[in-house]
């Protein structure tokens, strides 16, 4: 019975891994190894059946974009019994190409004779039912990039798998018989815990990510399926979690989204979010009734400095400026590069008269800084306060309106305005 309920374990496992896994025999010579299993996830990524992939040949998905000088030196890696990893193009059913990655490894039995190649391609899913199969079923688990962890019906840990190891470092003897509520980051909330529980307790899979924490201290993202096993009478005996490791996509979500949102050259918030924030300010100033200004500000003559010095020495002057200017505002103002030399504050709960004395001490700033290698610039200021029926585009429009004033002016000026005049745009 012990054995049949671990068979079930090992299976339900694998049925939940994310790698698809194929095994052949040892034949190298033509026609080349025979495919003797295929779980369920080699079927959804090659689009045959278990049946048409089984007695088949490898070569089956292999086609034009199949790199030929990485089968020689598989063909040459697996001769010598060794282990061999590599990505290649390989082609569904259908005809289209998929790219797969390959971790394929021999086999021996008791006497030393090797018998198997075992390839994890992605997901280690349903292997075969007998006793011969749940060992490469075994072996294929502790081979798997995916954490895999089994606890028995109390939460405690009964096994984990080498990735485990890897991400947590952790060694699997100092987990056993442990919770693993150890790998807890304090990235998530109790109610997190009880939805996790409510879910398993009625015997049902849960499936989320977890932000989980390593020996050191360190953070990774799992996306993680928890699975609970019952016994024939329907109780829980066991749960199978398994985890795949998306740190890096979630760090690269995380970039990409800063990059959208930010200016590359300074750092500060670009145009696009900047006027998505503006917009819902807007829209909370009038529901508050709260004052809201904007300052748009300006390099003064900043061509000459491109044309005198070259745009490089004009970026240097960007950057700095950006770090000018938030040096000198406020917690809750916003600062955002509006585009080539001309940058905005959005300046909440902030009246007119508040935001044109906070322009005025941005430019005295800006006009005693030593900027590199042009020494002193100056800058010209436009200040508005939103009124209750503007949209984002009318005040934007009376900001500029109200810096070229300045500039009309003779520049190194702040212009506050609360009406609709405006003077035309003299040359920057």
């Known amino acids: 019975m012990r054995e ?38 080699m079927t959804r990524m090659s689009g045959y059946s278990r049946e048409e992939l089984l007695g ?29 990893e590599a990505n290649t193009v390989n082609y569904r059913k259908d005809g289209t190409p998929y790219w797969v990655e390959w971790s394929i490894s021999p086999m021996h039995d008791e006497e030393g004779t090797l018998t198997h190649f075992i390839s994890i391609q992605q997901d280690v899913t349903r292997l075969v039912e007998d006793q011969k199969q749940m060992k490469l079923l075994s072996s294929a688990l502790e081979m798997s990039p995916d954490i895999v962890v089994m606890a028995d019906a109390a939460g405690n840990i009964e096994y984990v798998n080498r990735a485990f190891e890897r991400y947590t470092g952790y060694d699997r003897d100092d987990v056993l018989g442990q919770n693993p509520r ?52 329907g109780q829980i005996i066991r749960y199978v979690s398994i ?14 989204k800063r990059i959208a949102h930010t200016d590359t050259l300074t750092g ?101 800084t030593d900027f590199p290698v042009v020494g ?12 209750c029926n503007n949209f984002s585009a009318e005040v934007v429009k009376r900001a500029d309106k109200a810096l070229y004033q300045a500039k009309a002016e003779g520049r190194n000026r702040v212009r506050a305005c609360d009406g609709e005049r405006s003077t035309p745009r003299p040359p920057t």
């Open 243 to 256: 985890g795949k490791d998306i740190t890096r996509r979630v760090q690269n979500e995380r970039e990409l």
């Open 4 to 41: 049949m309920q671990y068979l079930r374990l090992l299976e339900a496992a694998m049925e939940q891994s994310f790698n698809a896994v194929l095994i052949t025999t040892a034949q190298l010579d033509r026609p080349g190894p025979e495919i003797v299993y295929v779980n369920a996830a």
């Open 56 to 84: 088949t040949t490898p070569r089956l998905l292999q086609g034009p974009e199949t790199d030929r000088d990485m089968l020689d030196h598989l063909r040459a890696a697996l001769a010598n019994g060794e282990h061999f």
């Open 182 to 233: 150890l790998l807890k980051s304090g990235q998530h909330s109790a109610q997190f815990y009880r939805n996790m529980w409510d879910t398993l307790t009625r015997g049902e899979t849960f499936r989320d990510t977890f932000v989980d924490q390593g020996i050191g201290g360190r953070l990774f993202h799992i996306e993680q399926t928890i699975t609970p096993i019952k016994d024939d009478m």
């Open 376 to 387: 002193q610039v100056t800058a010209s200021f436009g200040v508005v306060e939103a009124a």
């Open 268 to 368: 500060l918030v670009n145009r696009m979010s900047f006027d998505q924030r503006l917009e819902k300010e807007i829209e909370r100033a009038k529901r508050y009734k709260r004052p809201l200004s904007l300052i748009m500000l300006d390099i003064d003559h900043f061509k000459y400095v491109n044309d005198d010095h070259g745009h490089d020495v004009g970026d240097q002057v960007l950057v700095h400026l950006a770090q000018v200017l938030l040096e000198n505002l406020r917690a809750a103002d916003l600062c955002a590069r509006w585009g080539g030399e001309e940058f905005m504050v959005l300046a909440p709960e902030t009246a007119l008269t508040e935001a044109a004395q906070l322009a005025e001490k941005l430019r005295e700033v800006i006009a005693d």
